[in-house]
Every structure is written in structure tokens, then in C-alpha cells.
């Protein structure tokens, strides 16, 4: 076990503003709101993890990489097989967590990079959009909406939402450690430094450590010595994990443990290490949860940020089998995640629920655990995921959106896409092409029914750009040099 820093709450991160939120708490929360009390407020620990697939989680299928403790905690509480990052990539998504808005609506569409925005090929289609390299500050975010409910909050890891100046304890968080421009650590081994990178040498926000030591155990010290101290509550504690990002390292010892079960199959045996000692870690929070007596009162949530990466430099790392494609992309691949949230007394252990959810969904399902006593956006473009607690029949009417008009280092596939019951349209800019899945009978988009079925075509394609200009969004414009 890596050793925890004596002083996890470094003076310097401190942050002492204050929030002067005047905005009115939606109706429509509130079926499990709690009363102000702060004894009874619950926890919240949610659990972010960095390009996983929902097919590296045993729970979900996955047969060759241990995880026990995550499948544990599916069985404690309440798992999502239709979840879906709000984007195929990762900033835009942790917008959409923070602030419960669609990325769209905020204007934060594509990653931030170290060289700024993405570049685009210079015979491309389209333009992307010139949009946001950092989350406004006067966005209210999650800790800032819990603030007045009298939480105390701190980010523990990956932030990848805007620069210095934009950094966590600048967005509402109380505490920060670990979190800063950069979305992948320069190593995860200490000293997490790459001098090699002139862009991103070190973390600059985590102090201390000793040789031997691995960043995924590190911040789960971290994690832990934090809800030591604010055991009396109520407290927000988001662990964005650099795991499972780039670069793909892992202790050896569980590397020489996947090299025979991996051997022959598309997963590599470093990335199987990495998944699996995250999903120890996740059980050391757990049982922590449990030694401390807040497992009651904790309601603990599982997500990802996109999907996997399918192949690294020729070097295939997931297999992200049914799905078709991996991160960066719209297809199933880049977009489709685990999502499983436990809480004590309120979920029925093993609930299982197949009504489609989107990353904001997050923000909103906490303010409706919370209730009158939390100060949220509006609006909201997440529903709170209360309703679904019970496993009743799917909700067919539930309607999905994305819109990413970025050439990613991986996809260059710019596009937009909607999901409507069974149905999934994607409208792919560069070239013009638009692709139409039936998902209970397709999940691998391999049959475009765009031509068979144009009535539908029409529709969800209209459909698609009214919900786009609703959005108000920076938008992608042509390219004056596009020669066919």
C-alpha cells in the first residue's frame, strides 16, 4: 500500500471562497430528498474512472480481468446496461458531470489539449468549433450546489477542465489534490514526472510520496484519509482516477499475473494490470466505508468518462467486443460505459435497469438525494435517476444526445448523434453521411438502416437538429479551402 502524505489538506489549496448562489431549487426534485439536518444529509464518493469500457467490467461480461469489488458493489445496489458518457471523450464529459448540462449547452465540446484546441486536416469538411478551453467560473457546480447544504467537498485526481486559475478549488471544491490542466499523468509511478515532456514534466498539485509508489494507490490513500476526517459529514468526495488513461503502466506483479489469462485474446496484459488494481482500490474505499460506519449513509457512485481504448500504437489494450469502434468515436464503442450507484436502504440490492442515462444524469440524480437543502443549476439538461431505483420496465421515451464536431487524435469522425428508444442516429459531418442502428437487434452498428427505414431517418435527424439549436452551441462551420 502506497504511503498517505501526513497533510492531505495542503494550506495552499485551501480554497476560502464563498458562494453566493441565488438560484431556486427545481420542483421536480425530491423523492428521496432528506431533511437539512446535516446528521442526516448523505455522503456522496463518486467514482470516475478514465477510458473504461463497460466490457472491461466483470459484472458486464468481461471474462478475463478480475473485479470482484465493482461487481460487488453492482450487487449492492443498482447497475445501468444502457449507460453512456455525454461525450466520446473526456473533458466535455466531466463538464457534463460538474454542472449537469450538456456540454453543448456550455460551450465545451471537444478535450483540452496541451497546444490548445484541436487542429483539424487542412482539407477537411468542416471547421470545429473555437470553443471553451475552461469551465466558466460562474458555472455552479456540483460543490458549489452543496455547499449551502453545508458539504464539505474536494477533487482527488484528474480535473482536465481548464487550465490554471480554473482549477477545482477555483470551481467550488474546498479541496484539490492531484488535479490540474493536464488529463494524463506523466507517469503513473512516482515521482509522476516525465521530463521528457516539456508540456506536462509533473503534477503539480500532489506533493510528497516515495519511490515505488503508484498514483492509483496513492490517491486512493488519499481518498481514505480524507473521509477520516470529515466522517461526521456530510461530504462530496469526487475521485476522477487517472486509471485507466495513457500511459499504460501497472505494477509488474500483476502484469506477470495477466500475461498467461490474456494470452491469445485481444487484451493486454498491462491494461488488464491496471483495471485490476483499480478495482482493489475501489474495495479498499469500500471497506474503508465500512470500518468507518458511513457505508449506510454514503451513496457511492461508479461511472467513466468514455469508452476504452481499442488499440494503442498497433498495441491492442481492450476488446471492447460487441461494440463497434473505442473512444473518440460516436459509435457504441466510444460512448457506452458502466454506470452503478449504490445506496443503503434506498436501492434494492441487485437492481438492474435498462433505461438509457447520459453522464449529467449525475449531477441531477445527487440534488435530488440531497433536496431542498442543495442549490442547483437551471436548468438542467440531466433527469435524476431516482425514478429508476426500482428496475421498472424500460422508459422508451427517454431521447439521448451528443454532439462532438472535432477530429479526434483517434476518430476523425466529426458528427452528432441521438438515441430514441431502440433507435440510434449518427449525422457524421466530414464526409456527409448519415447512419441509422436499430440497437436491440444491432448493438455492433453493422446494419445501417438509413435507406430502408428514411421515414425514421428524417425524423430523428429532425429531431437531432432541433435539440442542437435548443442548445444555443458554438457551432462548426465549413471550410472555405474543402475540395470534395
Known amino acids: 500500500m502506497a504511503k498517505t502524505s501526513d497533510n492531505i489538506i495542503n494550506s495552499k489549496i485551501l480554497s476560502g471562497a464563498k458562494f453566493g448562489i441565488g438560484i431556486t431549487t427545481l420542483g421536480l426534485f425530491g423523492m428521496y430528498s432528506c431533511n437539512e439536518s446535516k446528521e442526516e444529509l448523505p455522503n456522496f464518493l463518486i467514482i470516475l474512472i478514465d477510458d473504461l469500457s463497460s466490457q472491461d467490467v466483470g459484472v458486464y461480461g468481461q471474462k478475463y480481468i478480475e473485479t470482484p469489488n465493482i ?69 455552479v457546480t456540483l460543490p458549489k450546489a452543496l455547499k449551502p447544504a453545508g458539504y464539505t467537498s474536494i477533487s482527488i485526481g484528474k480535473w482536465h477542465v481548464g487550465r490554471e486559475g480554473h482549477w477545482p478549488t477555483d470551481l467550488g471544491f474546498d479541496y484539490n489534490i492531484a488535479g490540474y490542466t493536464h488529463g494524463a499523468p506523466p507517469s503513473h509511478f512516482y515521482p509522476y514526472e516525465n521530463p521528457r515532456s516539456p508540456h506536462n514534466p509533473r503534477i503539480p498539485t500532489l506533493e510528497g510520496g516515495e519511490p515505488g509508489e503508484y498514483l492509483t494507490d496513492r490517491l486512493t490513500d488519499e481518498a481514505i484519509k480524507f473521509m477520516e476526517n470529515y466522517k461526521d459529514g456530510p461530504f462530496l468526495l469526487y475521485f476522477p482516477h487517472y486509471a485507466v488513461h495513457t500511459p499504460i503502466e501497472a505494477p509488474q506483479d500483476l502484469i506477470e499475473k495477466y500475461k498467461p489469462i490474456v494470452e491469445g485474446t485481444q487484451i493486454d496484459p498491462v491494461y488488464a494490470a491496471m483495471v485490476d488494481n483499480l478495482d482493489w482500490n475501489v ?80 449531477y441531477a440524480t445527487v440534488i435530488d438525494m440531497v433536496g431542498p437543502a442543495a442549490n442547483p443549476n437551471e436548468p438542467l439538461d440531466g433527469r435524476s435517476l431516482v425514478n429508476d431505483f426500482d428496475g421498472s420496465e424500460s422508459d422508451t421515451t427517454i431521447t439521448l444526445q451528443w454532439y462532438y464536431p472535432h477530429y479526434a487524435p483517434r476518430g476523425n469522425t466529426p458528427g452528432a448523434a441521438i438515441r430514441s428508444g431502440d433507435y440510434k442516429l449518427i449525422e457524421f459531418y466530414d464526409p456527409l453521411e448519415v447512419e441509422l442502428y436499430n440497437l436491440s437487434e444491432d448493438i ?41
Open 283 to 362: 474495495g479498499r474505499l469500500l471497506k474503508a466505508l465500512d470500518e468507518m460506519g458511513l457505508s449506510d449513509n454514503t451513496v457511492v457512485i461508479f461511472a467513466s468518462d468514455n469508452g476504452a481504448i481499442r488499440e494503442l500504437r498497433g498495441r491492442t489494450l481492450s476488446d471492447l467486443s460487441p461494440f463497434r469502434e473505442e473512444k473518440s468515436h460516436l459509435y457504441e464503442g466510444g460512448i457506452r460505459v458502466p454506470l452503478i450507484i449504490r445506496w443503503p436502504g434506498h436501492i434494492e440490492p441487485g437492481t438492474v435497469s435498462r433505461n438509457p442515462t447520459i453522464s449529467e444524469d449525475i
Open 71 to 139: 461487481d460487488q458493489l453492482a450487487s449492492e445496489g443498482i447497475m445501468w446496461t444502457d449507460a453512456y458518457s455525454s461525450c466520446p471523450v473526456c473533458s466535455p464529459t466531466r463538464v457534463a458531470l460538474l454542472t449537469g448540462k450538456n456540454q453543448t449547452r456550455v460551450g465545451f465540446t471537444g478535450h483540452i489539449t496541451n497546444v490548445g484546441h484541436h487542429r483539424h486536416p487542412e482539407n477537411s469538411r468542416i471547421i470545429p468549433p473555437d470553443d471553451l478551453m475552461d469551465l466558466p467560473l460562474d458555472e
Open 444 to 484: 455492433g452498428e453493422t446494419n445501417n438502416l438509413s435507406e430502408t427505414k428514411p421515414e425514421l431517418r428524417d425524423m430523428l435527424l429532425n429531431d437531432l437538429h432541433s435539440w442542437l439549436e435548443s442548445m444555443s452551441p458554438v457551432m462548426h462551420t465549413m471550410n472555405p479551402d474543402y475540395i470534395p
